[in-house]
């Protein structure tokens, strides 16, 4: 088949979604599939890394330096399936798959539903309902729907149920990065707590769970000196979030440190690399990338029970996985007690956290893995209605 994959852009530089679209169109180019991937714009960088892969960028242009996902371009084959990630690039992609006359998959990445109403903003349920109806109006135009994971499959197929069974969604897992980090992984010399994401709405992603729960370690734990490493900040926000999360956690403030998001493969790999522990507590998390990124490292990770990700590890290893999953239940104060006891029980024994984090690895690794993703999308593309 020849697959062309809309995204906003090629190296993962603005979080999950790119990265997800990254590792997919790789998978399908290993099994011999022809992937084009269109996308706003590409560096030289961004050129070499896809060529490397097997794989043809493209960025559709409406005039000269004028770059738009909208616009028609001349693909050096004819395209059999055109594929759309969220709201992000769902509409361009609908639009070229008409032009193509080719059948359209919508990803779904997101639920807004529970996304919006957390940012605590005036017009939250405004918004959740205007992405709400984005999100279902470009399902129904999608010839098929997929959804990352368990926990977004779920509630997407609710969202397009018409009452008599509505449109099938299909589930796409992510898989492990490869290569694994070897059994021999070394734990790191200083307790960094290391918390990967959006750190702009505190209340998603559970900053605010975090540097509280870090603030409230007992003081054997103290005596380790360990840091809390926020990788996630808006451009010109580190300080703004930093303040925050000292106000939430009481901790020193040089014991907490925030950064500006970075691109994971320039930066991220070694923050999880150097990390003791990754922290997940969202509130709200339709899968969780960046947590299996951390378990393929090795990296010892506690992972929110409201993600994707917890529902995908009690289905394949419950026992291994059990001691990862924190409940959130938003009551913060009993919220901070579940993650300061957990975050102190991987501390004061690393050793033996690691040794259950490459347990847990070995345990999943034959079935969450990016190859097994492209089978499950080319499976779902088969499932496609004839025109």
């Known amino acids: 088949m020849h697959i062309v994959l809309v995204c906003t852009e090629w190296l993962p530089r603005s979080g999950g979604l790119s990265q997800f679209n990254r590792n997919i169109a790789i998978a399908l180019a290993r099994r011999g599939e022809r992937v084009t991937c269109l996308v706003a714009d590409a560096t030289t960088e961004d050129h070499a890394d896809a060529q490397d892969a097997g794989i043809t960028l493209c960025v559709p242009h409406i005039g000269p330096g004028l770059p738009n996902l909208y616009a028609p371009i001349a693909l050096d084959s004819p395209a059999d399936l055109v594929v759309g990630h969220d709201r992000h690039t769902g509409e361009p992609a609908a639009v070229q798959a008409t ?22 903003r005036p017009d939250a349920a405004a918004q959740a309902e205007e992405r709400f109806e984005k999100l279902r109006r470009l399902s129904a135009q999608a010839d098929v729907v997929c959804a990352v994971g368990p926990r977004l499959t779920r509630k997407v197929g609710t ?18 990065t490869e290569p694994l980090n070897p059994a021999s992984r070394r734990v790191s010399s200083e307790c960094i707590c290391l918390l990967v994401g959006r750190a702009e709405d505190i209340a998603i992603k559970g900053v605010d769970i975090a540097a509280a729960a870090f603030g409230a370690l007992c003081d054997q734990v103290r005596a380790m000196k360990p840091v809390l490493w926020i990788r996630g900040a808006a451009p010109g926000d580190a300080e703004a979030v930093h303040a925050a999360a000292v106000a939430h956690s009481g901790a020193h403030r040089a014991d907490l440190i925030v950064r500006e998001y970075a691109p994971y493969d320039e930066v991220v790999q070694g923050d999880l690399l150097r990390s003791s522990l990754v922290l997940m507590p969202s509130r709200s998390e ?9 378990l393929s490292r090795g990296t010892p990770t506690l992972i929110s029970e409201r993600s994707g990700l917890a529902e995908a590890l009690r289905e394949i290893a419950p026992d291994a996985a059990a001691p990862f999953i924190i409940d959130v239940r938003d009551q913060f104060e009993d919220d901070i007690q579940r993650w300061q006891q957990a975050i102190e029980g991987v501390l004061l024994d690393r050793d033996a956290a690691f ?8 345990a999943i690794a034959p079935t969450l893995r990016w190859a097994a993703t492209a089978e499950q999308l080319l499976r779902a593309a088969d499932a496609v209605p004839v025109r």
Do not use: I, W
Request: charged letters at 25%.
């Open 99 to 120: 032009r193509a006359s080719v059948p359209l998959m919508l990803v779904v990445h997101t639920n807004p539903d529970e996304l919006e109403m957390l940012k605590q």
């Open 159 to 176: 969202m397009l149920d018409d009452g008599y069974g509505g449109k099938p969604v299909y589930r796409l897992d992510p898989g492990l």
């Open 355 to 362: 040794h259950q984090t490459r347990e847990l690895r070995d």
């Open 286 to 294: 339709g899968f969780g990338l960046v947590a299996l990124e951390a």
